[in-house]
């Protein structure tokens, strides 16, 4: 049977992990994924443009989950299925998501025309999930065998006072 000592230490060790999992890989791979999806988005927009004239719009297919992700000057009034959409940008480029599958709207809302790319890009989440599904399951299992040595060294305290 093994001491309660090494229970701790191998308790320990598994928590020490699982919170590696959760705040350091997780992050890491669900920047890694983004990144990678920028990287394609941004080689979709430098290969083809659109110069918008003002009040004209693109309407382009879209699945749930996706980013459209298109570079301008001013933001774009950005609309799915009709409805407004919230965006962010930063440095030209400016990204809005989906949450429906439908038919995403880029307007031009400004009095001068206006010349934009873009690319619908997904993002993969599943090494993220993974890494987070993982720190749950070792977290869970690194308080089974503290507790199991909580139990023994306190057995083992009793029996010596008897």
């Known amino acids: 049977m093994p001491s309660a000592r090494r229970l701790f230490t191998i308790g320990i060790v598994i928590l020490a992990v699982a919170v590696v999992l959760l705040f350091i890989v997780s992050p890491y791979a669900l920047e890694s994924t983004f990144s990678n999806s920028l990287k394609q988005a941004q080689k979709q927009i430098n290969s083809s443009t659109y110069l918008l004239a003002p009040n ?23 609309l799915i299925n009709g409805q407004s959409v919230s965006q ?11 949450t429906t599958n439908g038919t995403i709207t880029i307007a031009n ?26 720190s749950i399951i070792l977290g869970i299992v690194g308080v089974v065998i503290i507790a199991y040595g909580t139990i023994i060294s306190i057995r083992n305290k009793s029996k010596l006072m008897k």
């Open 88 to 98: 962010a940008g930063s440095n030209n480029i400016w990204v809005a998501a989906s």
């Open 109 to 134: 809302n400004y009095t001068v025309p206006i010349r934009i790319g873009y690319a619908i890009v997904g993002i993969v989440l599943w090494p993220s999930y993974l890494s987070i599904f993982l």
């Open 56 to 78: 004209q719009n693109i309407s382009i297919s879209i699945s749930q989950g996706k980013l459209l992700i298109y570079n301008s000057s001013n933001p774009l009034k950005v």
